[in-house]
């Protein structure tokens, strides 16, 4: 059954989103134009963002006024021409200067492969009944609709265990899986730029109450996707990594810590496949305090 929901832009025209059970239909009407495209759902990019845009209505009704004032200092007759002229011209900077300052908030989609932007979704349509379905069927479309999953995944060294969350969950399961471990464990951190630069640093001993404490606070830039890998290990035994593609993968004996994800709500799901984007969204353009955040976390566990 299809659902649909109407963004109203004002001057700038019309969007409707239709939601269907494997994808969303995107209809925008504006003067002169109707753009309709779908998108399924499992090649939208579930790391979703935001951001801030200012509000263009305001500059179309600064140039409405402008025009209205222009022609009506032409017309012949008119007194007050200067005067209108004079009120259409401060009535115009008004609506400049709300332009600089009112921004609106917008959930960005994504393409899967690409990062280009696909659509885009204001705050109030992305609260509305329809709207959520759609964020929600985005984030988990390759888990089945359920938003903790965990699968066995194999690779070419052989098996892994892959949990796929919302931040806050997997962060949580990570801290779990840490007192699973012996006291002493190696660390390796993977900084991600661009696509495919990366630079490795590591330490192959480090006490466990330090790895706990350095997660927590450095977990600002541990947690932005597509920036960092942080890897917890023992030689030969298993390899635990709070992955940049938002999942938690362990590597090696993966057994004993099964039960730490069920405990925490996590469902097996052998329909599950962890999707990695080729392209990421934030490497390209990371926090101003990002490359000092990365430094004090390699001093704090004399990374190396």
């Keep these: 059954m299809r659902q649909s929901v109407v963004q109203l832009e004002g001057l700038s025209g019309q969007t409707r989103f239709t939601l269907t059970d494997r994808e969303v239909t995107v209809e925008t009407r504006r003067p002169f134009v109707v753009q309709r495209a779908s998108y399924p759902f499992d090649t939208i990019d579930r790391n979703l963002g935001s951001e801030e845009r200012p509000h263009w209505g305001y500059v179309y009704l600064a140039a409405a006024l402008l025009l209205a004032a ?64 759609i964020v929600h069927r985005v984030l988990y479309a390759d888990s089945g609709g359920l938003p903790q999953v965990f699968n ?27 007192q699973a471990i012996p006291d002493e464990v190696g660390v ?8 495919r630069d990366e630079v490795e640093y590591g330490n192959t001993r480090v006490r466990r109450d330090r790895v706990r404490g350095a997660f927590e606070e450095y977990r600002d830039i541990l947690t932005l996707d597509g ?78």
């Design 70 to 133: 222009g022609l009506g200092s032409t017309v012949e007759g008119v007194r007050s021409a200067p005067g209108l002229l004079l009120a259409g011209c401060a009535l115009s900077a008004a609506a400049l200067v709300c332009f600089l300052l009112h921004r609106r908030r917008r959930t960005v989609f994504r393409n899967y492969f690409t990062s280009a932007r696909l659509f885009e979704m204001t705050a109030s349509v992305a609260a509305t009944p329809v709207g959520r379905q």
């Design 227 to 304: 920036m960092a890998d942080f890897c917890i290990y023992k030689d030969g035994d298993f390899e635990i990594v709070f992955d940049n593609h938002h999942v938690v993968e362990v590597f090696g004996r993966y057994e004993p810590f099964v039960p730490i994800a069920e405990a925490q709500g996590f469902v097996l799901n052998r329909a599950y496949t962890p999707r990695y984007l080729h392209y990421h969204v934030h490497s390209v353009n990371p926090p101003e305090n990002f490359d000092e955040r990365v430094e004090q976390l390699k001093w704090n566990l004399q990374l190396r």
């Design 188 to 195: 390796a951190l993977v900084v991600v730029r661009g696509d």
């Design 152 to 178: 066995y995944v194999d690779y070419d060294g052989g098996r892994k265990m892959v949990c796929a969350a919302e931040p806050a969950a997997l962060e949580k399961l990570f801290l779990g899986l840490l």
